[in-house]
């Protein structure tokens, strides 16, 4: 399945899970990223890493490995 990391810039996607049971995943999930949310790339740093994400009308910055755990609908 496509990841949050796969999308360019301006790329737009639903989300369909997270995975794993940490801090992180809780964290990602408190701030918005819930099933079936949509999500889109607004920009990524020079050398791609961090990844700044529109969701629910707020930006949000993601590392790459972060952003990985975000599955989206194909």
Do not use: W, Y
Not at 12 to 27: E, F, K, Y
Not at 34 to 45: E, F, I, S, W, Y
Not at 51 to 68: S, T
């Amino acid at each position: 399945m496509k990841t949050l990391a796969d999308l360019n810039p301006s790329e737009a996607g639903c989300i369909h899970s997270i995975s794993g049971l940490d801090g992180l995943s809780q964290r990602l999930g408190e701030i918005g990223f819930t099933p079936g949310q949509a999500v889109q790339v607004v920009r990524c740093a020079p050398l791609g890493d961090p990844m700044q994400i529109r969701i629910r009308g707020f930006d949000v910055a993601l590392r790459k490995n972060e952003a990985r755990r975000v599955t989206l609908t194909s």
